[in-house]
């Protein structure tokens, strides 16, 4: 892992040199390729438990697997930058770049082992994903979710540094081994008031990045806003980066504490779960209603967080994988739906089922699995979460999640009444869309998986 | 067996998609495949019937405990029967009915699609393999009931059978993941070995409601009925199908199955009599006031559909025998006069009940099919549907409060017995109109199956002893461990049932005789529409949209501002709750050192300087106050002997105060200001998080520091590093990596400032 993030890093740099050359053609293969070798670098990794940096990071199976996510949905989104910047003049070569950055800095997220790390990995995503947000620089809603974003952000992160400082101050160490040892060793004699507040602290600077809510209100405005291509990478590697930090901290270092710090987690996601999915039902604009999915998809993975146990961790896997294959689906559609029939609202998608039969296939697929619909990857993610929460006897939660993943069945079916049963009406609309072959092989490959999920989750769930 | 459950779904797979081998193939040769299921089940029949253990195991998450485990016993055989038998009549029926449809294959790929998950569904002994079976059973649904998606109703109600069926399946869901939780084992033979574990269990309570709650969904029971009706906008062979014969029978299945597992116990019993009982009753009443031939059927079925439930809530043998028997009776007879009511549609393309009649005329061997569909469904002498309706009758008497369960079933009988003259009988008795006249018959392939689903009710009512060995007996048995004593009759001899069956004879025909359907009726039954299920649940629905609408508004307006302060709110409330729950904050003064004169000034300045800040009405007098505020901190910095921390904060603070300046400077002034009473609400606000820190900052001082770092950085900067600065060895050595990494996120920072700085928007451009 050690080597992958060193190998990224210099083809970043690497990346912005390539802007150089006149011929563009070589631009995106060869940024697939690094992510490629990134990979396999990554994957070597795997069964071994490491440390590197003086212990500033670690890796294990869980995190190869989660890196593993993370490179892939990257390599998954930038095929579809293909054909998305009409403007010859946009400066490709450094938004690949800053991608590849923001893929170093998910990275250390979930391998980091000293909290500096996760900072560091935190802020390099971040910043990175402020610049993509505003890079439709000419127009002004792009303006809008970077500046939201990013002074949103900023207070995230002076909430997580106040947190960080304070558990430091707490335990004398930044280490995520360090603070299990204080909270098995020392903490018994009695609270520590300070430890707690800083774990608090240090919860809501990640919950934030996660858009849980209350923490979420940017999400809808920054999605809708940002170009559609970024926001597939906002939605899937940073949510992915992000659950991955926010379990390894709490799994290593603090289930110790478990009563400490589960009610906020589990009141925070019946939050998350009420909001994204009955704010969804309103929303017109597809994207936006992609949003406040990814909200609500952060609800149900919280619960696997909050039911902490043994096989937490590879329902939070599993549910990250399927909802990322959808997600990176749906977005795929929507650019193609949006550059064609100039439109991102429901009404956009009329229709298209009559024409372009494989993109209202993968779509339906993508939905399913996101409503949690059997013979997709979205249905095993909610019955491992599921089974989370009644081992840990939270029957409240599962309730919540029950009720509400009953009320998504009703905003992701809208989208696939549009595209089977309504037809287009005006004819410039009914237009065959002309899929390029770099989408359709991604949206090929991402419904298969979510298919394969589906159908042979032991495929996976066997390893973990 | 596993190819058996799934090669619909290959059939399916290859009518939908590219390529497409099957397309156009002459889809009777589809029929060929429920056909040849059919015949592979009857095969398995005298085995079954045996007693035999038929099991059939095939991993498929074995992690999860997951697994394909078909398991053909009594129960699962009926249905099984019922899903191929029927399946086969319906694929033959619907190849004629959408003839030319240009949509052929996929309607027929989701009709295989749809028989495969039903197979899934009835054999699986897993229940989670059974869930998955219900969801798609669910989906196909979904795509057949808006197979003709030209109208926006059809639209509506596909989505609202999806939104119930499909959202009755997450309660399911729960339910059965927490009975798996409860038994340790997914497999409904162990949780029947171990139910005395689930009855006494303290959640026994919650995974009946959730379990009901999936059960009455999908089998459309009060209050969720609604959907059903709304369903008939599929193409009458899915309706036949899906709606009345298999599908919504599925509720009725899964309560049956896990009888042994959860009934027998108060909760379970009272809960199904009294929503089957209440549904049979107000479903039979509201189809009396329909005209359209299948709302009129869609309502029977209803109530049918709440019998069922009804018997399995009685729960004693007779009940079973009655309800196993039963699911035939209304099977056979019910398809029979939906696929009528089809050929009827297609021929004259009227389904008015008021409007038809005389068409046996020219539709004669259809008018048989329907008299004879509509004799077993009232239960006539020597028709099946007669033994169903004794076996009902000797369940009810035979039960505890057997009065008041008599009369229920007594008044439902009889206005079903009027529901299926109303839809099998009306339409073809009278004058001919002259505008059916030239009304022919259509081909072979649509009137033969209603014919023979239609004998069949007759024919086993002739002779039902074919009947109780193979296929009752062994239900009877699934549900209660023995089936003694069962046996069916033609002829129960005189005695009181016979007397119940006899009024409702005649009570049923008589008001037929008597009353006919008429449209006014309809309107009339319309206006108490807005106290229906259907309203209050839709109406529902539409305050939840009314609800996120107004939230939207409310909290997602756009405004940075507005956010930042729930958010404030939020980490003040949750900071308070974890700080002051953790009992009283100990913050002892006297540890202080003393203030000084200097101190007290620029104390004083700072306040001064935020008063100034928070009052001006001028952007740049705020600006410049709150960089006092900065420099001010600076000093008390020098105070406390930290030159370096001076320095850095007095750097950042000019930087900060020029960038602030270069930015606002741009802004218009301030055309509004905010009202008092939003000061206030601010105030109270930054007033209480500003306190909550300042505690916590104080607080923080009582804690032990650990200082082992600092003392290892000042002992070993000239000793390891060779550097005076301690500073910039740290920066440079010590965490040079960190350093490096620090800078990477500078250039990218700059790369993204550089870029909006080259950027030169034409005044055109602005909009």
Redesign the interface.
């Known amino acids: 892992m050690f080597y992958s993030v060193v190998l990224l890093s210099i083809f970043g740099i690497l990346n912005l040199f390539l802007g150089f050359l006149k011929s563009r053609a070589w631009l995106l293969p060869v940024t697939l390729l690094f992510l490629a070798t990134a990979l396999v670098v990554t994957l070597t990794d795997w069964n071994k438990s490491l440390f590197f940096w003086n212990y500033m990071m670690s890796t294990d199976n869980v995190s190869v697997a989660f890196a593993t996510i993370i490179i892939v949905s990257a390599m998954l989104i930038l095929p579809l930058s293909r054909f998305y910047f009409p403007n010859a003049a946009a400066p490709v070569p450094e938004y690949y770049a800053i991608l590849l950055f923001s893929v170093v800095g998910a990275i250390l997220m979930v391998t980091y082992e000293n909290i500096i790390m996760l900072f560091l990995g935190l802020e390099t995503l971040s910043i990175a994903m402020y610049i993509l947000a505003g890079s439709d620089k000419r127009n002004p809603r792009s303006h809008e979710a970077a500046l939201k974003y990013f002074l949103m952000g900023a207070f995230a992160t002076g909430i997580l540094l106040f947190g960080v400082a304070m558990l430091y101050g707490a335990t004398g160490t930044f280490n995520l081994s360090g603070l299990a040892q204080y909270v098995r060793t020392t903490l018994v004699n009695g609270a520590s008031p300070m430890l707690y507040l800083g774990l608090t602290l240090v919860l809501i600077g990640i919950l934030f990045k996660l858009s849980v809510a209350p923490f979420h209100f940017w999400t809808p405005d920054v999605y809708d806003g940002t170009p559609t291509l970024f926001t597939a990478f906002m939605a899937t590697v940073v949510k992915t980066a992000g659950f991955a930090a926010l379990y390894k901290i709490l799994s290593v270092s603090f289930t110790g504490i478990y009563s400490v710090w589960w009610i906020t987690l589990a009141a925070t996601s019946v939050l998350t779960l009420l909001i994204g999915n009955i704010t969804a039902v309103y929303q017109q604009s597809f994207k936006r209603m992609l949003a406040y999915s990814s909200i609500s998809h952060a609800g149900y993975l919280l619960i696997a967080v909050t039911a902490m146990g043994q096989t937490s961790q590879s329902s939070i896997l599993f549910y990250s994988l399927a909802y990322t294959l959808a997600t990176i689906t749906s977005f795929a559609v929507l650019i193609l739906v949006n550059e064609n029939r100039a439109g991102e609202s429901f009404s956009a998608f009329n229709g298209l089922a009559r024409h372009n039969p494989f993109l209202a296939f993968a779509l339906t697929v993508a939905m399913c699995s996101l409503a949690g619909i059997p013979l997709t990857g979205g249905f095993f993610g909610k019955f491992y979460i599921f089974i989370n929460a009644l081992e840990k006897g939270l029957l409240f939660l599962l309730v919540v999640a029950v009720l509400m993943s009953a009320v998504g069945i009703y905003y992701y079916f809208r989208v696939v009444i549009a595209m089977y049963m309504r037809g287009s009406d005006d004819n410039a609309v009914a237009d065959r869309i002309i899929v390029p072959k770099s989408y359709a092989a991604v949206l090929a490959i991402t419904t298969f998986l979510t298919i394969l999920l589906g159908v042979a989750p032991d495929l996976l769930v066997r390893y973990f | 067996m596993l190819l058996a459950v799934l090669s619909g779904f290959l059939v399916a797979a290859s009518l939908l998609f590219?390529g497409r081998p099957l397309k156009g193939k002459g889809s009777v040769l589809l029929t060929l495949l429920p056909a040849g299921l059919f015949i592979y089940f009857c095969s398995l029949l005298p085995q079954a019937a045996a007693g035999e253990r038929l099991f059939f195991h095939y991993?498929?998450?074995?992690?999860?405990g997951v697994n394909f485990d078909f398991w053909l016993d009594g129960l699962s055989m009926v249905f099984c029967l019922l899903i191929t038998g029927i399946g086969t009549l319906i694929f033959f029926y619907a190849s004629s009915y959408l003839k030319g449809h240009p949509y052929l294959d996929r309607f027929l790929g989701y009709l295989s699609m749809f028989m495969s998950a039903m197979l899934g569904l009835v054999l699986s002994d897993n229940v989670?393999s059974l869930?998955?079976?219900w969801?798609?059973t669910s989906?196909t649904s979904?795509?057949l009931i808006?197979f003709n998606?030209?109208s926006e109703a059809?639209?509506k109600s596909?989505?609202l059978a999806?939104?119930i069926t499909?959202?009755?399946g997450?309660?399911l869901?729960?339910g059965l993941?927490?009975m798996g939780?409860v038994a340790g084992s997914y497999s409904v033979q162990e949780m029947i070995a171990g139910n005395a574990l689930m009855k006494n269990h303290a959640?026994y309570g919650?995974i009946c409601f959730?379990v009901c709650a999936g059960a009455f969904t999908k089998s459309a029971q009060f209050p969720f009925h609604f959907w059903l009706p709304g369903a008939m906008k599929a193409p009458t062979p899915v309706s036949a199908y899906l709606h009345s014969a298999t599908m919504v029978k599925a509720g009725v299945y899964l309560l049956a199955r896990l009888t042994p597992v959860l009934g027998n116990h108060p909760y379970w019993s009272l809960t199904l009599m009294i929503t089957g009982g209440f549904t049979m009753v107000y479903a039979a009443v509201h189809s009396l006031f329909r005209t359209d031939l299948k709302s009129i059927l869609a309502y029977s079925t209803i109530s049918a559909l709440g019998m069922l439930v009804f018997l399995i809530g009685v729960g004693t043998g007779e009940a079973f025998t009655a309800m196993a028997v039963f699911v035939l009776v209304h099977a056979l007879y019910k398809a029979s006069l939906f696929l009528v009511t089809g050929v009827i549609d297609h021929e004259t393309g009227i389904r008015d009940v008021t409007r038809l009649s005389g068409l046996q005329k020219v539709l004669l061997p259809v008018a048989v099919a329907g008299v004879l569909a509509a004799l077993s469904g009232g239960g006539i002498p020597l028709t099946f549907g007669f033994i169903g309706k004794d076996l009902i009758y000797e369940a009810t008497m035979r039960a505890g409060n057997a009065g008041l369960l008599t009369a229920a079933a007594l008044l439902t009988n009889i206005l079903l017995l009027y529901a299926g003259f109303v839809a099998g009988i009306k339409p073809f008795t009278g004058r001919l109109s002259e505008a059916f006249q030239d009304v022919h018959l259509p081909p072979l392939s649509m009137w033969l199956p209603p014919l023979l689903l239609a004998v069949a009710g007759v024919v086993l009512g002739l002779f039902p002893g074919v009947l109780d060995v193979p296929v009752v007996g062994p239900v009877v048995t699934a549900m209660q461990g023995t089936a003694e004593g069962i046996h069916l009759h033609i002829w129960h001899g005189f005695n009181f049932t016979l007397l119940l069956s006899a009024v409702t004879l005649v009570a049923g025909v008589g008001f037929y005789l008597l009353r006919k359907p008429t449209h006014k009726a309809e309107l009339t039954i319309g206006r108490l529409g807005f106290i229906s299920p259907q309203r209050l649940i839709t109406g529902a629905?539409r305050g939840?949209?009314r609800?996120?609408?107004w939230?939207?508004i409310l909290?997602?307006n756009?405004y940075?501002r507005?956010?930042?302060q729930?958010?404030v709110l939020?980490?003040t409330v949750?900071?308070g709750i974890?700080?002051l729950g953790?009992?009283r904050?100990e913050i002892s003064v006297s540890q202080f050192s003393e203030i000084t004169v200097y101190e007290g000034v620029v104390s004083g300045v700072i306040l001064l300087a935020i008063l100034v800040t928070i009052l001006t009405s001028s952007r740049l007098t705020a600006i410049a106050s709150l960089s006092v505020v900065g420099y001010c901190i600076c000093l008390l910095f020098v105070f406390y002997s930290a030159p370096d921390l001076a320095m850095t904060q007095f750097t950042i603070d000019t930087l900060t105060v020029v960038l602030f300046v270069l930015v606002l400077f741009k802004l218009p002034a301030f055309t509004k200001i905010s009202t008092t009473a939003v000061k206030v609400r601010d105030m109270v606000m930054a007033v209480a998080f500003g306190t909550l820190i300042t505690i916590?900052a104080l607080?923080?001082l009582e804690?032990p520091?650990?200082k082992?770092?600092s003392r290892y950085y000042a002992e070993n900067a000239y000793v390891l590093a060779k550097g005076k600065n301690v500073v910039n060895v740290i920066l440079v050595d010590f965490r040079g990596?960190?350093t490096m990494?620090?800078i990477?996120?500078l250039t990218?920072?700059a790369?993204?400032v550089f870029?909006?700085l080259k950027?030169k928007?034409n005044p055109a451009?602005k909009?």
Request: proline residues 5%; glycine residues 8%.
């Open positions: 590219p991993p498929w998450v074995p992690a999860m989670i869930f998955v079976f969801e798609l989906i979904f795509f808006g998606n030209d059809s639209r596909s989505m999806l939104a499909g959202g009755g997450f309660f869901m729960a993941v927490l939780t959640l919650v959730l629905a939840v949209i609800f996120s609408d939230f939207t909290f997602q756009g940075l507005v956010y930042l729930y958010i939020f980490l949750l900071l974890r700080y953790e009992g904050p916590i607080e923080v804690e520091v650990n082992e770092i990596l960190d990494v620090e990477t996120v990218i920072a790369i993204g870029s909006l950027l928007i451009e909009e």
